[in-house]
């Protein structure tokens, strides 16, 4: 992965809505779609898939690198659906190691947004979790930071998305080309 740069990156914290936005805009630009927990395989690290906090962010990182590396295909321009940032097992947020972003080498970084409110209350009806709102607006502000941190020193664009996906699709569509 590391010579190839066909993996465009999409963070954002727990419940803030990855997911669908990963793949409406793989279905709008003839994308493939990579989720980084499937990837990974969270279900077999983790027993309580509930349970967001991880245990060693080292050794899921490179679960995440060796499974990308089997799946990644040259040919395919992919969106990977994943964190900047993590909950360690102290529940502390935690950056995910510029080493896991260089080894992925995206062509660009996306952060998607919400109300932390909002994704309280997402949490919440998914997973049955209570979340605290400030816990999850630093984990937010942490986010948008790193992601634009990564940006610079990796020298690829940085994106902030909040619900105006259309502009997110118009700037990666003219990226990909």
Not at 48 to 65: E, G, P, S
Not at 122 to 139: K, P, Q, S, T
């Amino acid at each position: 992965m590391k010579n190839r740069k066909n993996i465009i990156f999409i963070g954002g914290i727990h419940g803030v809505g990855k997911t669908a936005l990963c793949k409406h805009i793989c279905s709008q630009l003839k994308l493939e779609y990579l989720s980084a927990s499937q990837v990974l395989n969270w279900s077999s690290i983790n027993n309580d898939q509930k349970n967001k906090n991880v245990q060693d962010i080292d050794f899921t990182q490179n679960l995440l690198i060796q499974g990308m590396q089997k799946l990644v295909n040259k040919d395919c321009t992919y969106v990977l659906d994943g964190h900047l940032c993590l909950f360690d097992k102290d529940k502390n947020v935690t950056r995910v190691p510029l080493s896991t972003f260089e080894r992925i080498n995206p062509m660009a970084i996306c952060v998607i947004t919400s109300n932390p409110a909002e994704i309280k209350k997402r949490l919440y009806v998914r997973d049955g979790l209570n979340y605290d709102i400030e816990l999850l607006e630093r984990m937010q502000e942490e986010e948008i930071s790193y992601g634009r941190q990564l940006s610079s020193v990796l020298k690829i664009p940085f994106y902030i998305s909040v619900t105006d996906n259309s502009f997110l699709i118009t700037e990666l569509q003219a990226l990909i080309k």
